[in-house]
């Protein structure tokens, strides 16, 4: 549900208002006309058909075969979104007034986060500062931070006071789980609050031409250290494959500092930055247009980036959640 509300923002950041996106006056309704447009806009601009290994021109006469002078929006609809669903990629989606289409990553493997648990048997007491759910574990020598969607701001208010609070702490766990992307202003927003010092963390390269393997030159991504409150003792980032786009960013990132430790199952991916437009019809569909790298090259978007430490959730005990208790022996040994 979370990602339903997530891609209604994506529309209304779009445009100012529906009769913006869906005009009476329509460049065209023809089936065959949006079926060609879509699909020549993903052949210009997709930015992972090679390491996803898709045959794009293949996809096309799949689907196209299935394009009549009788195909009705709804039957396009699902002709598209099956389309635009078979580069496996959470970024990709089409919106129309009556359906939104999703490729759901994280569904392709068992859930290790249940919120109840941590909120009945962690953290009953916790306090909200902001986008944060936060409290002390193990007679407050390890702060747990909740952090559930970088969609949410990160308010510099509210970390002053939450790292203020746990600075005696030996350790701090932080959970990503979940946290299915969002503003990738808030990667670096909350990162350098945890980094000793400005690094050079991954690069980003952007599709830019006709062939699938035309990308920009690599641009520098930096990670910077905090002028004001934080904290570099031990960090252990809680991950899974509901950890998505901005989230598989933060994880990538967090590889260059030594005082971080990524906890759990790989993120679901996304690394690369989206982008879309507007059909002759007026639907809005968007897809990955870049690529993020690490510092040897490597991309994490179908993957994920790995943890460090893998530990799995148990589902056959709900008071217990295993990749806390893991994070909790790293920071006290």
């Keep these: 549900m979370k990602k339903v509300f997530y891609l209604i923002a994506i529309v209304i950041s779009l445009s100012a208002c529906e009769k913006a996106l869906f005009k009476k006056d329509k460049a065209s309704n023809n089936a065959r006309t949006n079926f060609e447009y879509l699909w020549n806009e993903v052949d210009k601009k997709y ?31 699902e002709i598209l979104a099956n389309m635009m669903n078979e580069l496996k990629d959470d970024h990709t989606n089409l919106i129309s007034p009556f359906n939104i289409s999703r490729y759901d990553v994280a569904l392709n493997s068992d859930a290790n986060f249940r919120l109840r648990t941590i909120e009945e048997f962690y953290i009953p007491n916790a306090q909200i500062s902001g986008s944060f759910l936060h409290d002390f574990l193990e007679d407050e020598e390890i702060g747990y931070i909740r952090y559930s969607s970088f969609m949410n701001s990160v308010s510099s208010n509210s970390l002053d006071y939450i790292l203020s609070r746990y600075k005696n702490t030996k350790g701090l766990i932080l959970d990503l789980r979940e946290n299915g992307g969002g503003s990738i202003i808030n990667v670096p927003a909350l990162l350098e609050r945890f980094a000793p010092e400005r690094k050079l963390v991954g690069y980003f390269k952007t599709r830019n031409g006709e062939n699938h ?101 148990e589902w056959t005990d709900l008071t217990k959640d295993e990749i806390i208790e893991r994070a909790i022996i790293e920071i006290m040994n």
């Design 213 to 313: 393997t035309d990308f920009s030159e690599n641009s520098d991504f930096y990670i910077g250290s905090h002028d004001g409150i934080k904290y570099t003792k031990p960090v252990m980032v809680l991950i899974d494959r509901g950890s998505y786009s901005a989230t598989t960013m933060f994880a990538l990132a967090t590889k260059a500092f030594a005082n971080i430790t990524l906890i759990g199952d790989s993120t679901g991916g996304g690394g690369g930055l989206p982008n879309g437009g507007q059909l002759p019809n007026g639907w809005i569909y968007r897809f990955s247009i870049s690529q993020l790298l690490d510092l040897n090259g490597n991309n994490f978007a179908e993957k994920g980036v790995s943890a460090d430490i893998n530990v799995s959730f």
């Design 47 to 77: 930015s992972y058909f090679e390491l996803k290994n898709v045959n794009w021109d293949s996809i096309k006469t799949v689907y196209g075969a299935q394009i009549s002078e009788s195909t009705s929006e709804y039957q396009l609809f």
